[in-house]
């Protein structure tokens, strides 16, 4: 079992950056894949990218070359640094740990309360 709680969602102008940090707490955090995934009004929640226990990363085609994820398991923290940020990125963005990657967030079991990006033209 894992707590995550995400921080450093905002408004940002296209081009800029935002890094988003996920807090978690429980047993057994450097055994568990994260990710970061994102939902915009109307649209099912996709997936972001993901960074397993061994420190592997997976990244959606949309965001690769400009979002990197990486965690910090002293510090029990994962990132989100987002960079030449664009009108599309605007969601809210979760942070969820499970025991395995999916891209499917239907398949991962536990999720943050999310935080707002919104990214202006």
């Known amino acids: 079992q894992v707590q995550l709680v995400e921080f450093g969602g905002g408004l940002v102008q296209a081009g800029g950056s935002l890094r988003l940090s996920c807090a978690a707490s429980g047993r057994t955090f450097t055994s568990y894949a994260m990710g970061w995934f994102r939902q915009a009004p109307g649209k099912e929640r996709e997936f972001v990218a993901a960074i397993r226990w061994t420190g592997g990363s997976t990244y959606a085609d949309s965001v690769k070359g400009r979002f990197t994820i990486s965690r910090d398991n002293a510090k029990n923290t994962v990132y989100l640094q987002m960079n030449s940020l664009k009108p599309e990125d605007t969601a809210v963005y979760y942070c969820?740990?499970?025991?395995?990657?999916?891209?499917?967030?239907?398949?991962?079991?536990?999720w943050g309360q999310g935080t707002q990006v919104t990214v202006s033209s």
């Open positions: 969820a740990a499970n025991n395995a990657f999916y891209y499917s967030y239907q398949s991962w079991h536990y």
